[in-house]
């Protein structure tokens, strides 16, 4: 079995209490999106067209929306449960801690720099020098293809595939699993996650705990356990 070299975590679910950054926004204007999302979850439209359709949205309530606007809607949301301690002893072992998120970068920032994680990537918008929204920034995390940032990470940091465990909480998070890594669903967020990750055969933690994903990691260790003979 390979040494664990690195953990990448998807961000909204897994990391933090919430569902999804983006979902938060809609809660604040109270709009909703659930036909796009499932275009946009069946391969229909881009990343891109699935940030514009939002944008509109929020925009037909709110023709001006500001940066602290949109820092308003993750008012109240948390760190998963055991999402602290989790990092904290990967980064004590020397593991490689990432955040891969197709998530909102001003939201995921937040939380990479609260877990002082060693790199993270997200999605997010485009604001002029007051911080008034011009629309979205051009995709960097593909959510269906979000191995692209993995494999990414692996070369800029010398890591082999079969060193790296990714963990997310939806279908599309699957893609993080490249060649050779090995990938644990976290927090299911919706039934098409559960199926998914049973018909790729990996592990499942239905769980809202993050300390329990460690036995995946460390074959059989209990998180209470961690930090013994280490």
């Not at 390979?2 to 709009?31: E, M, P």
């Not at 998120?101 to 997200?122: E, R, T």
């Not at 559960?194 to 260790?221: C, M, Q, T, Y």
Request: proline share 3%.
């Amino acid at each position: 079995m390979s040494k664990v070299r690195a953990v990448v975590f998807d961000c909204d679910g897994v990391l933090t209490d919430n569902g999804s950054s983006w979902q938060n926004i809609h809660d604040y204007f109270g709009t909703e999106n659930l036909v796009m999302l499932e275009k946009f979850l069946n391969g229909e439209i881009t990343d891109d067209e699935f940030m514009a359709d939002d944008i509109r949205l929020w925009t037909e309530v709110q023709p001006r929306i500001h940066r602290d606007d949109i820092m308003r809607c993750y008012s109240g949301i948390g760190l998963m449960e055991g999402a602290r301690d989790v990092v904290e002893e990967l980064s004590r072992r020397g593991i490689f801690v990432a955040i891969v998120s197709a998530g909102v970068d001003i939201f995921v920032g937040v939380i990479a720099n609260m877990l002082s994680v060693d790199d993270w990537v997200a999605n997010g918008f485009d604001w002029d020098d007051e911080g008034w929204l011009n629309g979205p920034s051009p995709t960097r995390v593909y959510s269906h293809d979000k191995g692209v940032m993995v494999e990414k990470l692996s070369r800029i940091n010398e890591l082999e595939p079969e060193s790296i465990f990714s963990v997310g909480d939806s279908s599309t998070d699957l893609s993080m699993m490249i060649p050779g890594s090995k990938f644990i669903g976290f927090n299911p967020a919706r039934q098409r996650a559960s199926d998914a990750f049973e018909n790729a055969g990996v592990p499942i933690v239905d769980s809202k705990d993050l300390r329990d994903i460690w036995s995946h990691i460390f074959d059989g260790e209990l998180f209470s356990q961690s930090g013994e003979g280490n």
